[in-house]
């Protein structure tokens, strides 16, 4: 994914990639984009060769061959629904909605990694579910106040919050939007209390005989409403 269509921004987002491989110890042998005039030009053909990089572009009318490119069209559906499964953030919270949706893609099994997840191969990390994407992106609830009161104003000790970010949280922390804040404060907080907003789901009469005790063969029986 690149900002400009010339050979100077082509081969930067290279030398990124590589720089994120040798971080992780792995090493970037052949690159596969789209038969463009930009990628198979002679600039950038030579320059990735001095970086030890080949280009194998996909084929013609072939995009199917770049897994990356495929990728990239199911993360930005990903992005999509998270920025419409919730009504507290507007467009301008669309960077961290792709962070989270990124986070989400890499750290469970996929085609290419059935067994395992592309966050343990690419990085010999796993996640751990009792910390990690425990709420999801959007989810409004209350933090402790880390603000310290001035003297005479009386202030509530907790303050609301939306969690802007559900992936790896290496302390089991929040990432989180404070409104009552400046613009688009956002800070880690560890203890945080989700909340329900909107309206509630009614019990009805018919629902409510289903949870009756009734007298069945001499003993009483009922039902609860978690056991549905």
């Known amino acids: 994914m690149i900002k400009a269509h010339n050979a100077t921004v082509v081969l930067d987002a ?3 990639v590589q720089l994120k491989c040798l971080q992780h110890g792995h090493e970037v ?9 930009v990628e198979m030009s002679l600039q950038v053909k030579e320059k990735a060769q001095e970086m030890g990089i080949t280009i194998l572009p996909a084929a013609v009318e072939h995009q199917e061959q770049d897994l990356v490119e495929r990728y990239i069209q199911t993360v930005d559906n990903s992005i999509a629904a998270i920025m419409l499964d919730h009504d507290l953030l507007d467009s301008s919270w669309h960077d961290f909605a792709a962070y989270d949706a990124v986070d989400g893609h890499n750290a469970f099994p996929c085609s ?14 796993n996640i751990d579910l009792t910390k990690d994407f425990l709420y999801k992106f959007g989810q409004p609830g209350m933090v402790p106040r880390t603000k310290v009161a001035k003297q005479g104003i009386c202030q ?10 559900s992936g790896y949280r290496p302390n089991g922390s929040q990432l989180v939007y404070l409104p009552e804040r400046k613009r688009h404060f956002v800070g880690a907080r560890k203890d945080f209390f989700p909340i329900l907003l909107g309206p509630k789901p009614t019990m009805t009469q018919t629902k409510g005989e289903k949870h009756l005790a009734v007298f069945v063969d001499g003993a009483w029986q009922l039902q609860r409403r978690r056991d549905n």
């Open 14 to 16: 290279f030398r990124q």
């Open 112 to 125: 290419v990694t059935p067994e395992s997840s592309p966050l343990y191969v690419f990085e010999g990390r």
């Open 156 to 165: 509530p000790r907790n303050e609301f919050a939306i969690v802007v970010s």
């Open 29 to 37: 042998e052949f690159m596969r984009p789209d038969a463009g005039s």
